[in-house]
């Protein structure tokens, strides 16, 4: 059973819809990750939030929109998105925001852009 | 920035025999090693993390070797069973970014 809670487990959506994507933690942690997997690839960093503030933005277009609203959810919103934006996507929690912290992972959304 | 690079991608072992991964990192200023395992349909879980201050851990089955000076480190399972069958991801980190392995998808034949 995983501390940390993400819906929906499966998402197919058109390049002109816009969704979301939500994480719960519970865990008491103070950071929040965005992972992006790809088959065959090392897991992106996508955003970092700690204590609810966004402390890191690693290059994702604008079309992904996180959001923090206190310090157990993380939403990712999705608009206009792109078939190679299909991927697993994972959220993450740890202790602190540091990166020697072991992370805590959902079981992610797999998400489908026709 | 830090390139990690993992090997073998894929590993067939007999159950009962032992696995080996393998990762290299560039970053001399990395300082910890986590290693995650995912199961399919699940999300990445960590299994073991070493420190730049030593060399090896153990825990059970499994083992995580740390050479800093060739700035490479391994994971071993011993006594291999059909529920270590998943994906496992090294990575390394310093004070600023932690860098992920490619995967190794660990196959344990019955």
């Known amino acids: 059973e995983t501390g940390v809670t993400q819906t929906p487990r499966h998402l197919v959506m058109g390049m002109t819809n816009k969704k979301s994507l939500k994480c719960e933690q519970h865990l008491g942690h103070n950071a929040m990750y965005w992972y992006k997997q790809s088959a065959k690839k090392p897991l992106e960093l996508m955003f970092v939030y700690s204590l609810e503030e966004r402390v890191e933005n690693n290059s994702v277009p604008s079309r992904f929109s996180p959001e923090c609203p206190n310090s157990s959810h993380l939403f990712l919103h999705l608009h206009t998105l792109q078939p190679e934006d299909s991927a697993l996507y994972l959220c993450?929690?740890?202790?602190?925001?540091?990166?020697?912290?072991?992370?805590?992972f959902g079981n992610g959304t797999r998400l489908t852009v026709t | 920035g830090e390139n990690v690079e993992q090997h073998p991608s894929t590993l067939s072992v007999q159950e009962g025999d032992s696995a080996v991964i393998k990762c290299t990192y560039s970053d001399s200023a990395s300082n910890y090693f986590p290693w995650y395992k995912q199961e399919l349909g699940k999300g990445p879980q960590l299994i073991i993390d070493i420190r730049s201050n030593v060399g090896e851990k153990k825990d059970q089955r499994i083992a995580v070797t740390l050479n800093k000076t060739a700035k490479h480190f391994s994971l071993h399972i011993t006594e291999t069973q059909p529920e270590d069958s998943a994906v496992y991801f090294c990575a390394a980190s310093n004070d600023y970014k932690l860098s992920f392995g490619a995967g190794t998808t660990v196959t344990v034949r019955a």
């Open positions: 993450a929690s740890s202790p602190l925001r540091s990166n020697n912290s072991p992370l805590h």
